[in-house]
């Protein structure tokens, strides 16, 4: 039978204790403050010692295994920093991980911790916070403990009924008091009390609160499943050709390597071809006029040695294959300098169209007020003829509107959660919950950006 894993901040506190892992330390007497070593994985001093207590939780949790799974430091660091977040016991008061030289995060042990977890240390005393009968669930969530120093045992609480604050303190040679046997040891005292107490609270305020907190949890926890399996972005794609300004069809991608555009119904066997899903651009319909079919027809003639978008490292990037020039724009309108500058997809290396990258920093700077605009993850790319120019894309003969699903995703969870303002032309989530706050959604954020330096 494998050993039982260990409660999550008990273990953390032994930890730093034990003095094994560098960075990883006590910051006042108290023993209420403690810091956790903090590098990005992109950094180039980056060292095993940076990592160590990610690595040691992911070894004692059971998620890794190093006789048998391969050395995997973004999901250990995931994990860890989940397991601060769903812990009731501890809370980040300072975030110094972008610092030039020892960047960490330091955290505060609260006077209250969720019953669930055990070994906190108690003020000055740095005694540790025994929760009493954490197994039982009629106590959870009452934030009734033990305080185990010498004899002396302190149980704290609110009456519900009668508002009135409880404090009392027993040791095992105090009489009688209110009902309760003097002679019974003092944690049986107290445990009675708690049991007295226990359905006067657990309905509060501060169970509602952890109740959406362990939800937001999950639907980060689900959302980050979705979008990087195997810590690798993965997203669908919407895609969508328009002649003349008139939709002509409309597709989904599920390939998440990507896709090949082409005019070919049967394209000649090629490397781009063997993991991308095929597109097909239709031949004109009847509804235009015979001019200016003659001309799309003139840009799908070009267009049989296509064009491909493939996902790479976390970018949605485009690789021109034959003839025909194709040009991109993040939006249908451009107006500004930098939007009307011509952007053209190369035929010799992979052009670089938007990034997850890009996305989150876009979107975290508009969640938290510092830009205006959120991201156009939209891609429109222009076949056959220079673009953008004076003329609007209407007159444009042939063009592809490609929509990153998991970002339009993300984007309209931001809108849920209450960025009202974000540009969205309709709401249509896959995912079916949205964040109780924006501070969550701005943490998944961090989430994915995280992920992605590795």
């Given amino acids: 039978m ?15 204790d034990s003095q094994r892992f560098p960075g990883l330390e006590w910051m006042n007497q108290e023993r209420t403050l403690f810091r956790v070593p903090w590098k990005h994985g992109s950094r180039q001093d980056l060292c095993e010692d940076n990592y160590k207590i990610f690595k040691a939780w992911a070894i004692v949790s059971g998620k890794y295994n190093p006789q048998r799974d391969e050395p995997d430091l973004p999901t250990w660091k995931r994990n860890f ?22 960047p960490h995060k330091v955290y505060e042990l609260k006077r209250n911790p969720g019953a669930e977890d055990s070994g906190l240390y108690a003020g000055n005393q740095g005694a540790p916070i025994l929760p009493l009968a954490s197994n039982n669930a009629a106590l959870h969530g ?26 009392e303190a027993w040791n095992s040679g105090m009489p009688s008091h209110d009902g309760f046997d003097g002679g019974a040891t003092a944690a049986a005292a107290c445990t009675e ?49 328009y002649y003349r300004g008139t939709l002509i069809t409309e597709t989904e991608v599920n390939n998440p390597r990507g896709f090949y555009v082409t005019s070919q119904e049967h394209p000649a066997p090629g490397p781009y071809l063997e993991h991308m899903e095929h597109m097909v651009l239709p031949a004109p319909t009847a509804i235009l006029n015979q001019k200016v079919a003659k001309e799309i027809c003139r840009v799908l003639e070009k267009m049989k040695d296509g064009v491909c978008v493939e996902m790479r490292d976390g ?74 120019d004076d003329r609007p894309w209407e007159k444009k003969f042939v063009m592809v509107k490609i929509t990153p699903i998991a970002m339009k995703d993300v984007h309209e969870l931001s809108y849920r959660t209450g960025a009202s303002s974000l540009q969205s032309d309709e709401v249509n989530l896959q995912f079916s919950d949205s964040f109780s706050s924006l501070e969550n959604m701005l943490s998944l954020l961090k989430d994915m950006g995280e992920i992605m330096e590795y």
């Avoid at 920093?81 to 020892?102: C, F, H, T, Y």
Wanted: overall charge negative; charged content about 20%; hydrophobic content about 35%.
């Fill in 142 to 167: 009452t934030g009734l403990y033990l305080c185990a120093e010498s004899q002396l045992y302190t149980v704290e609480s609110v009456d519900t009924s009668n508002g009135l604050f409880l404090q």
């Fill in 2 to 16: 494998s050993a039982q894993k260990p409660h999550f901040l008990s273990w953390v506190l032994s930890q730093i």
């Fill in 315 to 388: 970018s949605i990037c485009g690789k021109r294959q034959g003839k025909c020039r194709v040009f991109y724009s993040m939006t249908k309108t451009p107006s500004t300098p930098d939007e009307m500058e011509s952007r053209e997809i190369d035929k010799y290396g992979y052009t670089v169209l938007y990034s997850l990258q890009q996305f989150i920093s876009e979107l975290t700077s508009f969640l938290q007020g510092t830009t205006r605009e959120s991201p156009r993850y939209t891609i429109w790319m222009c076949l056959g003829e220079a673009w953008p």
């Fill in 81 to 102: 920093r989940s397991a601060l977040r769903q812990n009731n016991g501890v809370r980040m008061i300072q975030n110094n991980s972008l610092e030039p030289v020892n």
């Fill in 193 to 241: 009390i708690a049991l007295y107490n226990a359905h006067e609270v657990q309905n509060s305020a501060q169970a509602e609160v952890v109740s959406e907190q362990n939800q937001d949890m999950m639907l980060q926890t689900q959302i980050m499943a979705q979008l990087f399996p195997g810590n690798i972005f993965e997203t669908k794609f919407k895609v969508e050709v």
